[in-house]
């Protein structure tokens, strides 16, 4: 393990859990140890987080903490947690929460432990700013979350489809071939004179999401004003996916449900747009492609897509052993771990210097150096504010692209009323 400086905050952080177990062995009766009182500790999350062999390891040099890993699907995992907190039962100890949800509950707040409270301020420069702030109180008073991973963007590629159209297939040459999403779309064409038994790209939301990262102002501005209709950045992300759409490129899938899993199997879309946690995805699910996806630079060179953090619901039993938990799991050395074992991109900057992420190949990938790629991304990445109602605003817009991709509605017509809904939305 590379020493990255850290070194002080984290002995902190393990003596504390230290002085608490050490605590919980020091009874009124003879003989009580600490083994005795154990503290039951349960992480819910969702996808892969990377922490079944963390949490082992953890339990081994805590002997008083015992760790459970709920692992939940993406949707159904947030709306328990929404359910669970109306409750004020049912949570996890720790509980991860992704960026498309964590606006709404970050401004249900109250709800979750204070992580200022037990010292989280002294680790806030470990992160990037955005992703430090996202989770931050609007006076800096309040933080509810510590930054596991981003999704730093690259473009992933099926090498032997392209080479099967006449196209490039080393990752240099494919970058050139489209640093603009308009070059992509007209390598697309290119592709598909192919006639080829595949799709350029597997879905419009995907394009569209990806356009959409790379703008420096999205649905809302800072003061949560709906800006869809008055600056480009929503709009260039439409039209993009519409161009993409009437050309024909799109396989029309809907990301993550089992055809679209069938399809990365099976190779029915020769791109796909990639955040590093996307290579955990496809490796996890087609397994039988490895050697045939290939990562390069997505169009633009940059973006972010995803990324989670960790909070504490204050329903917990255990907060302060649920801090130390979560400051651990989170800090540079398990974050590195993490990457190298998943491919989820690091939020810490620190680490986007070290060689152990900057020289990373990923064997599965046609030992693509998937650490420069998606460091470069990220760091190029303009911040743009999600605002309170991003998650429903951008489903609505996701949904009527949606239909202009089945032929169920015009482009103008969609657009129009995704702006209405938006609009109600947004003032709900």
């Known amino acids: 393990m590379t020493n990255l400086g850290r070194g002080p905050r984290l002995v902190a952080a393990l003596v504390a859990v230290g002085t608490l177990a050490a605590a919980s062995?020091?009874?009124?009766g003879a003989g009580k140890t600490a083994i005795e009182d154990v503290v039951t500790l349960v992480v819910a999350d969702f996808g892969n987080f990377g922490?079944?062999?963390?949490l082992r390891e953890y339990e081994q040099a805590h002997p008083n903490i015992k760790v459970t890993e709920r692992v939940g699907e993406y949707n159904k995992h947030h709306e328990e947690l929404a359910a669970q907190l109306d409750k004020g039962a049912g949570a996890g100890d720790i509980v991860g929460i992704d960026e498309g949800y964590m606006v709404g509950f970050r401004n249900r707040s109250k709800d979750f432990v204070n992580l200022l409270d037990h010292g989280a301020a002294t680790l806030a420069d470990q992160w990037l700013p955005w992703k430090w702030q996202d989770t931050l109180s609007a006076d800096g008073k309040y933080q509810i979350g510590l930054g596991t991973d981003i999704g730093g963007l690259g473009m992933c590629y099926r090498s032997d489809l392209l080479q099967q159209a006449g196209l490039p297939t080393d990752r240099d040459k494919v970058a050139q071939l489209w640093p603009t999403w308009e070059a992509y779309l007209e390598t697309g064409n290119r592709f598909r004179q192919a006639n080829l038994p595949a799709q350029w790209t597997d879905a419009a939301s995907n394009l569209f999401n990806q356009v959409l990262s790379q703008q420096e102002v999205g649905y809302f501005d800072r003061s949560e004003r709906l800006v869809a209709d008055t600056?480009?950045?929503?709009?260039r992300a439409w039209d993009v996916s519409v161009a993409m759409i009437a050309a024909g490129?799109?396989?029309?899938?809907?990301?993550?449900n089992t055809q679209w899993v069938a399809a990365l199997q099976g190779g029915r879309f020769?791109?796909?747009?990639?955040?590093?946690?996307?290579?955990?995805w496809i490796q996890q699910n087609a397994p039988a492609t490895r050697g045939m996806w290939d990562v390069t630079a997505v169009p633009g060179g940059s973006g972010n897509w995803g990324g989670s953090w960790l909070a504490i619901p204050k329903q917990t039993a255990h907060p302060a052993?649920?801090?130390a938990l979560a400051a651990w799991l989170t800090a540079p050395e398990q974050q590195l771990r993490i990457f190298i074992e998943t491919g989820n991109l690091p939020s810490q900057p620190e680490l986007y210097t070290d060689p152990a992420v900057t020289g990373?190949?990923?064997?599965f990938f046609r030992d693509a150096p998937v650490g420069k790629i998606f460091t470069a991304s990220v760091q190029r990445k303009p911040p743009q504010?999600?605002?309170?109602?991003?998650a429903a605003v951008r489903k609505i817009f996701e949904d009527r692209l949606g239909e202009v991709e089945v032929g169920s509605k015009t482009p103008a017509a969609a657009w129009a009323e995704a702006l209405v809904q938006a609009r109600e939305a947004s003032t709900g």
């Open 321 to 323: 052993e649920a801090y």
């Open 25 to 28: 062995g020091c009874g009124d």
């Open 249 to 256: 490129q799109s396989a029309k899938y809907r990301t993550f």
């Open 360 to 363: 990373f190949s990923n064997p």
């Open 270 to 280: 020769a791109t796909l747009a990639c955040p590093a946690w996307m290579l955990g």
């Open 51 to 54: 922490y079944k062999k963390l």
């Open 385 to 390: 504010y999600l605002g309170v109602h991003n």
């Open 231 to 235: 600056e480009p950045g929503v709009k």
